[in-house]
C-alpha cells in the first residue's frame, strides 16, 4: 500500500514535469508559497473565526490581514471587500443586489462576449421578466462605446461589462464605462477575473461601483472568489445566513483559502510588471511563429488591447476539439475557448459576435500562457504544432467553403450580428 502511494506521487510529479500548460486563463497552478501559506490553516488553525475564544479570534484576525492584501492588491480599503466562493458568485451578486434594491429598474446592460458567469445568469434574468441588452462587439473585440451609451435607459439598475475577455484577452476600457455610467447615475460592475495579475487593477481609478475576482487564477485553490462593494454603495448579499463578511455574505469563512488569496495577492503585487513582460515576450514568439510558419492562421482579437498572455488564433480546416487531443497526447494542454463551455459543440459565443463564421469558430485555439511558462516549453509547441496540423488537415477533406468564404465572410456575418443586436436595442429602447 505504502509503496503504491510513493509509486503514485512519483508518476504524479514526472507527469507535473513533463505538462506543458498552455491553459492558464482556465486555472492556474497553486504557487508553492501559496501552498506553504495556507497549510498551517488546514493543519493547526482550524477553528472557526466568529468563535469568541481566543483560538477563533486568533483565525479572525489572519482572516483580516489577507483582506487588507487583497485590498491593496486592487487599491480598495479593506472594508470594501467581500470574500465569495468564485467569481461567478461575486458576478451573480452584484447584479442581484442592483436588482433587489432597486425594484424600479428592471433593465441590465452587459456584452455579447462576458464569460458564462455573467451571460448566463443574464438569461436566467430574461426568463424571469427582466430586461437585458447584450452590446455587440466590433470584429477585434472592442465595444462600441458610443451605443453602451445609448443603451442605457431610465430603468437600467446596473451595467455590467468584463474588463479582459478569457478566450481572446481583449481588454475593455471599463474606466471609460464607468465614467459613462456616473453620468447616467446608473451602478458599474466589472468581471475582472481575467484581467487580475495581468493588468494593474486599482478600483479607485476605474471608477467602478462593483468588482469581481477570482483567486484561482492568480496561483492561489479554487473555491475562493472577492466582490468589491464601492462604500457607501447599497448592498444586498446573495447568501443570505449568518453574519459574517459584515453581513454580507453568509457562510463560515473558507480561512485557509482566504489566506492563500491574501498570499496570491501580495506575490502579485510586487512581481507583476516583471513577470508580465517575460509572459508577454513569450507569448508574442509563440504567437508570431505560429501565424508565420503555419499557413491559415490567423488570431482573434485586438493585437494591442489585449492580455499579455492569451492568444487566440484561428486554424482553418481543422477541428480544434481534434487539435486539442492530438496537443494532449504531446502533454500540452491549451483549449478552444472557455473551460465552463468545453464539450460543448456551439461554437464560442465571444467569436461568432465578433463575426467569425461558424466554420472558423470551431477550429479556434486559446493558449494562455503564466508565470511557470518557459521557453523550452514554448519551443517544444512549436516544434508539435505544424505537424499535428498538417496532418489533420491532410486526413480530413478540404472543404469547397473556405471558413472565410473568400468573399469576407467575417464581416458579413458580423455586420448580421450586429443588425440582429441594433434591432433588438432599437426594439428594447422604444
Ligand atoms: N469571469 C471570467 C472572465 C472568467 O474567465 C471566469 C472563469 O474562467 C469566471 C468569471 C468564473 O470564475 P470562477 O471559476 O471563479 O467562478
Known amino acids: 500500500m505504502m509503496r503504491q502511494a510513493i509509486a503514485s506521487k512519483a508518476t504524479s510529479a514526472v507527469r507535473q514535469r513533463e505538462l506543458r500548460y498552455f491553459d492558464n486563463n482556465a486555472t492556474t497552478r497553486v504557487a508553492p508559497e501559496v501552498i506553504e ?45 467581500v470574500f465569495t466562493s468564485c467569481g461567478t458568485e461575486s458576478n451573480n ?18 456584452t455579447a462576449v462576458e464569460h458564462s458567469a455573467n451571460i448566463n445568469f443574464c438569461q436566467f434574468l430574461e426568463k424571469r421578466g427582466y430586461e ?16 453602451l451609451d445609448k443603451s442605457i435607459r431610465k430603468d437600467t439598475a446596473i451595467v455590467s461589462v468584463m474588463w479582459a475577455n478569457n478566450e481572446t484577452g481583449v481588454i475593455f476600457p471599463v474606466d471609460e464605462v464607468a465614467a459613462i455610467c456616473r453620468s447616467h447615475e446608473v451602478l458599474c460592475h466589472t468581471d475582472a477575473v481575467q484581467a487580475a495579475g ?52 453568509g457562510g463560515t469563512e473558507n480561512v485557509a483559502s482566504i489566506v492563500a488569496f491574501g498570499r496570491a495577492a501580495e506575490l502579485a503585487v510586487s512581481n507583476l510588471d516583471d513577470q508580465n513582460a517575460r509572459v508577454q515576450s513569450l507569448r508574442n514568439r ?47 494542454c491549451a483549449s478552444s475557448g472557455s473551460a465552463c463551455t468545453t464539450g460543448s459543440l456551439e461554437p464560442s459565443h465571444v467569436l461568432t459576435a465578433m463575426g467569425l463564421s461558424p466554420m472558423r469558430a470551431r477550429g479556434c485555439v486559446r493558449f494562455s500562457l503564466g508565470i511557470y511558462n518557459t521557453d523550452d ?20 477533406p478540404p472543404s469547397s467553403v473556405h471558413p472565410d468564404n473568400g468573399t469576407n465572410e467575417t464581416e458579413t456575418a458580423h455586420k448580421r450580428h450586429k443588425e440582429r443586436t441594433g434591432t433588438a436595442l432599437a426594439h428594447k429602447n422604444r
Open 198 to 249: 495581468k493588468l494593474n487593477v486599482d478600483v479607485k481609478a476605474l471608477g467602478v461601483d462593483f468588482l469581481s475576482l477570482s483567486a484561482h487564477k492568480l496561483y492561489a485553490p479554487k473555491g475562493i472568489g472577492m466582490l468589491y462593494v464601492r462604500q457607501r454603495t447599497k448592498y444586498q448579499p446573495y447568501i443570505i445566513g449568518g453574519h459574517q463578511e459584515r453581513s454580507r455574505r
Open 93 to 110: 451578486s452584484a447584479i442581484h443586489s442592483a436588482l433587489v434594491l432597486q425594484p424600479d429598474k428592471r433593465h441590465v446592460v452587459t
Open 132 to 147: 437585458v441588452t447584450f452590446l455587440p462587439v466590433e470584429p477585434d473585440g472592442s465595444l462600441d462605446l458610443h451605443l
Open 286 to 332: 509563440m504567437e508570431e511563429t505560429i501565424l508565420k510558419t503555419i499557413p491559415d492562421t490567423v488570431r482573434n482579437g485586438a493585437k494591442d488591447a489585449r492580455l499579455p498572455n492569451t492568444s487566440s488564433i484561428a486554424f482553418d480546416f481543422v477541428e480544434a476539439e481534434a487539435l486539442l487531443m492530438q496537443l494532449d497526447q504531446k502533454d500540452i
Open 37 to 81: 501559506a495556507m497549510l498551517p490553516f488546514l493543519r493547526d488553525y482550524w477553528g472557526n473565526p466568529s468563535s469568541v475564544y481566543q483560538f477563533g479570534k486568533q483565525i479572525a484576525g489572519h482572516v483580516e490581514k489577507a483582506r487588507a492584501k487583497v485590498a491593496a492588491f486592487v487599491n480598495a480599503d479593506p472594508k470594501e471587500i
Open 377 to 396: 516549453e514554448v519551443d517544444y509547441l512549436l516544434k508539435n504544432l505544424p505537424s499535428i496540423v498538417a496532418r489533420l488537415r491532410s486526413i480530413s
